[in-house]
């Protein structure tokens, strides 16, 4: 009744080469191969629709998501590629593939007991974290990972692991010189743009702040989708530091050199949950850091209602959770708290807060003053922390920087060190959402506002997003604005507008007295 | 500087009409459309790859994920979609599709509120589930929903609210009769395929018991799985009806009724993160036999140390959240431990446990005792339960059933009225796992057996799996096979024979004395 076969089976046994074809489907950074349902590979793997698989060229392996195709898409020799995959290859058309079932995931038996309580070690977390960067998790896999991980937070241990294996899975730059600052804010603050006016300020000052910034995760813009709009942030390595050793600074995205891949694939899943786990930011922010080169970094805390971080308390905890794991990688931290109460500029989304970057850094007279403000606060931390600037002294000496206009310069400087300097667009579409009953705005929701901006298309439409045109404890007249929607497309102004109408609460005005 | 719109806009204005194109694209479940980046639907709603977006036939609308294309795969003017798309939509090529951004998924936030440990009321979870059922939730959140209630388990609060809403959003049935029987086994025992044999018996005495069963959630195979290798299972209402009035029973794939669509979805996500926890677990069950209109249910519960139910105590728990739950409803349950601490029967994959299950209902000499033992205990509650058999007797009549020949050909009256008899497969590739040392067998791992099964192919190859050759406390000789892994393809064979290998305590064997 039961039959041996003559010789122990190999994996080489069986022919599963087949040939790349460009596809040109564009995924994100998911990687899909579409082969035939009834190809020799899918027979003789026994492959079915949405099956994990190892895709294996001459020197390249990745492991992608199979979907099968019963029509004459691809051929029946072909695996069609989208360009995440094809990309990660490194292929051209027609060169052999093989694929195969993909290993089994060993590491996801330490997640499903973190999932159960269980605590994660440096091992656990190094194999969960190497298996993510390898890309041999599913977004079931890292929504579950993420989602453990905020559901009970991540402990002192764990976030130190973690921070420790998101850098080590990484690239780790260094510098000349050993004092390297840097600067951070934790988001959840629309328009909270301070870090090229910072870096501006501090390099002139000749300090080295070799910025790498992250795109948003759940808000209309993050430092480099706002810096795109006025340089080239998309630099590799060699780049930076060319830019870094010719003026003192660079304002690039982090994501291009891979300080810390395991963050640009969780942050993309954090997006869509919209979510954002304590010990996750803290490994996020710190194993930048650190994988950036820094030695002495400011953190900026906004505080308010409806900000990321809602009352002192939660701000006094964070703040101390980061200066004691910093202290576990020998960085030094010191963290600002701010007024997270409402949007800071008048700018919400890419295009709109360079503009305010601008303003500030022009020195113009209308520029926003509490931007302003901010970026002199931080810039002065962190010119007391670099060491040569008596405490107490830093922040008139950053107003002085930017009101002399040697930041300007220096911020003109590093745009075209960067690759050249950019005018950020206009959008096409502009709706004001106008005050309904005149009189005092007593609270603003930073959340929906964000939100508003993210449905008019920030960041992935740069010209998009909101533009305020009142502050809190500002008298308001019926009929005037408080706020003016940025669309690029028509589709999105209706989009945005369509929520504004369902959400009357954005902005609350108290009744004239 | 700001400019208002003539009018209001409305989300009529902009022609988002494109032609329907079916790709052929099979992706199990899961709605994509493929669209090029640059068509005018892309442009003026400003979609970007992995947006969720609408799209709406003359009288469907479904939610899917977009990926856009920048090659001629397909043509300006078209949507394509895959099969799961195509099929919701009930569309045929050229009909006119408009596309545009999905609806915010407002349930999401109550999801947030769940992970960060916020109970759920009927309200929110009615949302989620709904949105659920409506293809609103990509995998990452439905990953994300499934983790936090394995997290931190769903109170029994809770329990009830997700039950009642999963059977809401369903179909229901309703049948001639006030009394009908069910049964259901809580999985994690491989071979464990007592189902078919229960309803011969059951139905031969004349009750009545529609049974629709699940496929495999993380196990080899589901009863409907193994059904299928004897019978059609994939049946609708009209069909399930006509079976039960004429045989009193049937053994049915539930999924083709609706009867909890939302546990559909949900048990896909559970077997990618090997996960089940045990409030959605109750609602998946119970929701399940409270739409198919039982009254009377057996439920059968394997304890075993790699069963899914690991330990008396958390067997007693759950018996009891199981009939409080229940009793909720109006439902009558009486539950049966069972002895899980090894596989039953001899076969572990569909058409291996179908021939275990024709061998019990033919009284075949070999046929495995224990899974008759089980089939009998079981039939035996629910003759009991059922009302006109005397408590302690139920046991004896099931045996005298099965010995008598009443409950074989009942089964295969079944087995016609549900479209034909069928012989179970047989596998290709076959392959003996050794005994390496001479001994007693003290500890088989139902779970490594399970996913060794699954590795062969099982369930969807339907002749995979592997077929025991031995039980606990049996002597076996160094050379005999402890079990024969059979597989239809060669790759699939290799997959598991190198898991095996990888694995050499799937069988723990004592020395010799």
Chains 1, 2 share one sequence.
């Not at 009744?1 to 994100?28: C, E, N, W």
């Not at 590491?107 to 440096?122: K, N």
């Not at 022009?362 to 405490?391: F, H, K, M, N, Y």
Request: aromatic letters at 4%; charged letters at 20%; one cysteine or more.
């Amino acid at each position: 009744m039961t039959r041996s076969l003559a010789a122990t089976p190999t994996t080489t046994a069986t022919d599963h080469s087949l040939q790349a074809r460009r596809l040109g489907v564009h995924t994100q950074d998911q990687a899909i191969v579409f082969m035939r349902t009834d190809c020799h590979v899918c027979r003789s793997e026994g492959l079915s629709a949405r099956s994990q698989v190892s895709v294996r060229s001459d020197d390249q392996e990745i492991v992608a998501t199979l979907y099968q195709i019963s029509t004459d898409v691809v051929q029946l020799n072909e695996v069609g590629l989208s360009e995440a995959a094809w990309h990660r290859l490194q292929v051209t058309d027609g060169d052999r593939l093989t694929v195969r079932h993909a290993d089994p995931v060993e590491s996801l038996a330490e997640m499903r007991r973190r999932i159960y309580g269980h605590r994660l070690d440096d091992g656990s977390l190094r194999s969960i974290v190497s298996d993510i960067v390898a890309g041999r998790y599913s977004d079931v896999h890292l929504s579950a990972f993420v989602t453990a991980c905020a559901a009970l937070p991540l402990d002192h241990n764990e976030t130190i692991a973690l921070t420790r294996v998101m850098f080590e899975v990484g690239e780790r730059l260094s510098w000349p010189g050993s004092l390297i600052v840097d600067k951070h804010s934790v988001g959840g603050l629309p328009g909270n743009r301070t870090t090229p006016i910072v870096v501006a300020i501090v390099a002139a000052h000749g300090l080295t702040m070799p910025k790498t910034s992250s795109r948003a995760i759940t808000s209309p813009a993050g430092t480099a989708d706002a810096m795109e709009t006025l340089a080239p942030v998309d630099l590799d390595l060699a780049a930076i530091r060319r830019v870094v050793e010719r003026e003192s600074g660079c304002i690039v995205w982090g994501g291009s050199v891979r300080l810390s891949p395991a963050d640009d694939v969780l942050i993309r899943v954090e997006r869509a949950l919209d979510l954002d786990s304590e010990g996750q930011l803290i490994a996020s922010v710190l194993s930048k850091k650190i994988a950036a080169g820094s030695t002495h970094v400011v953190l900026d805390l906004p505080v308010g209602p409806t900000a990321k971080i809602r009352s002192a308390d939660t701000a006094a905890t964070l703040s101390q959770r980061l200066v004691d794991v910093a202290g576990a990688f020998g960085l030094q931290v010191r963290v600002v708290q701010s007024d997270g109460s409402q949007p800071v500029g008048q700018g919400i989304g890419p295009a709109l807060e360079a503009r305010d970057v601008l303003a500030v850094l022009q020195d113009c007279p209308g520029a926003p003053a509490d931007l302003r403000d901010r970026a002199c606060t931080l810039a002065g931390a962190l010119l007391e922390l670099g060491g040569d600037v008596l405490s107490g002294t830093g922040r008139s000496l950053a107003g002085q920087i930017l009101a002399d206009g040697r930041a300007w310069r220096k911020f003109q400087n590093i745009c075209e060190a960067q690759g050249g300097m950019r005018i950020p667009a206009e959008a096409a579409h502009q709706h004001p959402l106008l005050v309904a009953r005149s009189g005092r705005i007593v609270r603003i929701d930073n959340r929906k506002l964000a939100k508003l901006a993210k449905l008019a298309g920030a960041p992935d439409s740069k010209a998009a997003g909101v533009h305020m045109e009142c502050k809190l404890g500002h008298q308001v007249q019926a009929g005037q604005p408080f706020c003016v929607v940025h669309a690029e497309t028509r589709g999105e102004l209706e989009y945005a507008l369509d929520y504004a109408a369902a959400h009357l609460d954005i902005f609350e005005v108290s009744a004239d007295e």
